[in-house]
């Protein structure tokens, strides 16, 4: 296992990220929103002056550029065989990616995105990190607290906040669908299938909404205390709580699968892979720690990689990147060990 830390320029708490085979984008306290290399740690981009309040969540379109991108790098000027070959391959399509970001400043701001040019190494050769640029498309207000979890798929952009209620705009027109009420609390996390929507409230109860008509269709209960993350994948809806605890649901019978319990303080984020049956959790006890989904059974319990509160969590099927109040962004690469068995 690799293990890298990348200490953000930012002065204030990394709130938020997503990560892709490239990049990582992550979200501050500072109201910057900054692009890392995930292959070098490379800062490749910083977008800032939009939001006037924290970067509370963010979601983009994943390798919107990497057929550019592998094409532009790896072939290059290598295939050429004439002047218009090379013209060609100095001129390539900008290809525009898609990004959310949502604000304490209760805004959520839509981004273009698009690569610029490539960075130089040290020795003042090519590198295969390139800039990332980003205007705002539009800002979309519909919220009257602070916008605390975002979720995009092909057709929806979603929404919630702490003003208890989930929005839902439609992401081709980007204009306003539905809004969704029934939550007596903050609605701090979401998650978005098939056209389904379930929202997690420091109420202590989750909701499962169809978009289209806006119809409850079940209510989850069972947290001794309020919710703070959910992932919604395939049939399984998993949440964590203030209570310390993760429990697993089957989103069709409502039915609590098993709860998982390690945890010794909020768990703030989690992610998990249906395929290979992993979950990561991250909390404010600052430990990461990766289950047996389908056992519940505790694998690997990270310690000391951060020095506060951890925030948001994702991985991918060899690499766990979290981000905490200590500024650290932390990647926990598998890709080179035999760790990686854990992932398989």
Request: glycine share 8%; proline share 1%; aromatic share 8%.
């Amino acid at each position: 296992m690799r293990f890298f830390v990348q200490v953000s320029n930012s002065v204030s708490s990394v709130y938020c990220l997503e990560f892709d085979s490239r990049r990582i984008i992550t979200g501050s306290r500072d109201r910057t929103i900054k692009v890392w290399s995930l292959r070098t740690g490379r800062l490749l981009g910083t977008f800032w002056g939009v939001h006037h309040g924290s970067v509370l969540c963010l979601k983009f379109e994943h390798d919107w550029d990497q057929e550019w991108n592998d094409w532009d790098s790896e072939s290059g000027l290598d295939t050429v065989h004439n002047q218009a070959d090379i013209l060609h391959a100095l001129k390539p399509v900008r290809k525009t990616g898609f990004m959310v970001s949502g604000s304490s400043d209760c805004s959520i701001c839509v981004w273009d995105m698009w690569t610029g040019h490539p960075l130089k190494d040290e020795g003042d050769s090519k590198s295969n990190d390139y800039e990332v640029n980003a205007d705002v498309k539009t800002i979309l207000k519909g919220h009257g607290g602070g916008v605390l979890d975002l979720k995009i798929d092909k057709r929806w952009i979603v929404s919630c906040s702490k003003d208890a209620v989930v929005c839902v705009w439609d992401r081709k027109t980007l204009e306003f669908h539905r809004v969704l009420r029934g939550h007596e609390g903050p609605v701090n996390a979401v998650g978005l299938q098939n056209g389904k929507v379930v929202s997690a409230s420091g109420d202590g109860k989750m909701i499962l909404w169809d978009i289209e008509s806006g119809e409850r269709l079940r209510t989850f209960e069972g947290h001794d205390r309020g919710l703070a993350c959910i992932e919604f994948k395939d049939d399984l809806i998993v949440s964590g709580s203030s209570d310390c605890k993760i429990k697993v649901w089957s989103a069709s019978s409502g039915e609590c699968l098993r709860t998982l319990v390690g945890h010794d303080a909020l768990v703030r984020a989690l992610s998990f892979d249906p395929r290979n049956g992993r979950l990561v959790s991250a909390s404010y006890d600052k430990t990461v720690k990766l289950w047996d989904l389908k056992t519940g059974r505790m694998i690997t319990n990270f310690v000391g990689k951060h020095a506060s509160h951890i925030f948001d969590v994702k991985l991918d099927v060899s690499r766990i990147v979290s981000t905490s109040h200590d500024r650290q962004i932390v990647i926990l690469d598998f890709s080179h060990g035999l760790d990686a068995s854990l992932f398989v």
